[in-house]
């Protein structure tokens, strides 16, 4: 498979209990100057769900189904909790790997989603003498594999809702939000960011009438993010007589905690405090045409890569603390 001797899934990471969660947010936000009491905030999102993300869990069901398809040894590292890149990397290098194809759990391109990604990497092979190279595969925002998966979860979700209302359904496509001056310099030209999410929205969506929105902003207000917020715009939508709404988290390809809270918990919320009829549809997880894209990513002899020079998704500009 394109010379490499391992695959190496690369995720976000997230707490598996209790006592965890907090260290874990501290990784997260580390030098960011996140006030703690925000940190506090999203600690008792966590607690409330027990503590634990779905997210590790996830990532272990992806590579259980993935075995019966790659046929290259895998491993699975996270950059902000355990299992951390730097200390599955020393396991691949104990192992003998030399080179390993880089699957992120994250399909499009922004600082965050791509950049950050690169280069926790690169500083967790320069903490491991003998690293194996590790080449990214290619975003797949756009692969039939992603889009399958996506619009076969959507079309149950769809058919969760009252049948009367299935016909006239919205579909609101969810990402998460970044400030605006991330997402102007997202890919090699920039802009990349939203470009690549309404173009996986519009493949999804077929002809039925879709919207874009954005959720779990964390930024200071003063500074611009992507807008509308996805209760907003639920409200907007009932005042203009929208019959009931699918939200399809497109910018996640598993269950984060943004995911369970910020539409399982306060979007739900919302839509029933307006009357609104709404159903969520999974993420792409474990879905057998997900599962097959990661190999067919794999076979691919030169994948094209969407960002490759060290200037593309370039880290927002830090406000010095005062």
Not at 94 to 118: E, N
């Amino acid at each position: 498979m394109a010379g490499y001797d391992a695959l190496l899934i690369v995720s976000f990471g997230g707490p598996e209990k209790p006592e965890d969660v907090m260290p874990f947010l501290e990784n997260v936000v580390r030098g960011r100057g996140v006030p703690h009491e925000r940190l506090l905030e999203v600690e008792a999102h966590y607690q409330g769900a027990g503590g634990v993300s779905p997210i590790n869990q996830q990532c272990r069901d992806l590579i259980t189904a993935l075995r019966p398809e790659v046929e290259l040894p895998i491993y699975w590292g996270n950059r902000n909790w355990h299992p951390f890149l730097a200390d599955t990397l020393r396991k691949m290098a104990s192992d003998g790997v030399t080179r390993a194809a880089a699957f992120i759990t994250a399909a499009y391109s922004s600082y965050s989603s791509c950049r950050q990604y690169l280069d926790d990497i690169a500083q967790a092979r320069a903490q491991v003498p003998g690293a194996p190279e590790v080449a990214r595969l290619r975003h797949y925002y756009d692969h039939p594999g992603f889009v399958a998966a996506m619009t076969d979860h959507t079309r149950e979700a769809l058919d969760l809702l009252p049948e009367e209302h299935r016909d006239h359904a919205r579909l609101v496509f969810t990402a998460h939000s970044i400030p605006v001056s991330m997402a102007a310099s997202s890919g090699p030209s920039g802009g990349a960011y939203e470009a690549q999410l309404r173009v996986t929205a519009s493949l999804v969506a077929g002809d039925r009438p879709w919207d874009l929105v954005w959720q779990s902003r964390s930024g200071p207000p003063q500074v611009p993010w992507l807008e509308p917020d996805v209760c907003d715009h639920l409200s907007a939508l009932r005042a203009a007589g929208t019959e009931a709404v699918v939200l399809v988290p497109i910018g996640f390809v598993s269950d984060h905690m943004e995911v369970v809270y910020d539409l399982d918990t306060e979007a739900a919320g919302v839509a029933r405090e307006l009357g609104l009829p709404l159903t969520r549809a999974a993420t792409a997880g474990t879905h057998p045409r997900f599962v097959s894209m990661v190999r067919e990513l794999l076979e691919e002899p030169e994948p094209v890569l969407s960002c490759t020079a060290a200037t593309c998704c370039p880290a927002p500009r830090r406000r010095p603390q005062a």
